[in-house]
């Protein structure tokens, strides 16, 4: 069974400075790997995936996270926050193979301050 | 395209109730899951449906079950509602394939379910 580990439960950063919300997976098997970020009182909105290929993803408002199977990580770094990314981010493992079961991290709550 | 939805928002139940929530994916979409969220355990998969199968069942008990439409639209209900089942309940819906792979999913707002 496949695990996921989110060390920080809350992150605060000043607005523009850059961040790095980790995590680090355990699986038997090859996985592919997903950051959702959850605003208050909403549903989880998909922030990028690796699936195959590149193992630098990036998002279209400025994030990223590398796939390091040797350490399995895969950590979401900003090189710039803004207030508006105020939110949880719950990092989610899936196992090739096994259809849509995401297993997800405990999340990190992001708090941007001016 | 439509996102997905959920309905209803918000339940108000008293244990030993019972109750049916229901999820219309993104059109096009085939596979449906389920998560339950509550700050205590966190995200869990429930169950996942695929051309109204079952295909992937998370560890809950027998009271947490669903099914899924013809036109993939899928409903979970709970039956004997204990306070524990206090939680946001999350949709999501995945254009997957005929073969088991992943593919993303896309989550619905969920239904946030109060047992009193």
């Known amino acids: 069974a496949q695990s996921v580990t989110q060390l920080d439960s809350q992150v605060p950063v000043f607005e523009e400075a850059p961040v790095e919300l980790r995590c680090n997976y355990s699986?038997?098997?090859?996985?592919?790997l997903f950051w959702y970020v959850q605003y208050p009182n909403q549903g989880l909105q998909l922030l990028l995936k690796?699936?195959?290929?590149?193992?630098l993803v990036e998002s279209i408002n400025g994030f990223e996270a590398e796939f390091n199977k040797s350490q399995t990580s895969f950590h979401l770094r900003k090189p710039s926050v803004h207030i508006s990314d105020t939110a949880e981010y719950f990092c989610?493992?899936?196992?090739?193979?096994?259809?849509?079961?995401?297993?997800f991290g405990t999340g990190t709550q992001l708090k941007v301050e001016l | 395209k439509a996102g997905v939805t959920q309905t209803p928002r918000y339940l108000i139940k008293t244990r030993g109730q019972q109750v049916t929530l229901s999820c219309s994916p993104i059109?096009?979409?085939?596979?449906v899951s389920w998560y339950q969220q509550t700050p205590g355990q966190g995200l869990q998969f429930l169950f996942e449906?695929?051309?109204?199968?079952?295909?992937n069942k998370g560890n809950f008990p027998g009271r947490f079950s669903g099914r899924q439409f013809s036109n993939s639209r899928s409903e979970m209900n709970v039956s004997t509602l204990e306070l524990g089942d206090s939680a946001l309940y999350l949709c999501?819906?995945?254009?997957?394939?005929?073969?088991?792979?992943?593919?993303?999913?896309?989550f619905g707002p969920g239904t946030r379910l109060t047992v009193t």
């Open positions: 989610a493992v899936s196992e090739t193979g096994g259809g849509n079961k995401l297993t």
């Open positions: 449906y695929f051309s109204e199968t079952q295909r």
């Open positions: 059109s096009g979409h085939r596979s």
């Open positions: 999501a819906s995945s254009p997957q394939g005929s073969t088991f792979t992943t593919y993303e999913q896309y």
């Open positions: 690796y699936l195959s290929g590149s193992t």
């Open positions: 699986s038997s098997v090859s996985v592919y």
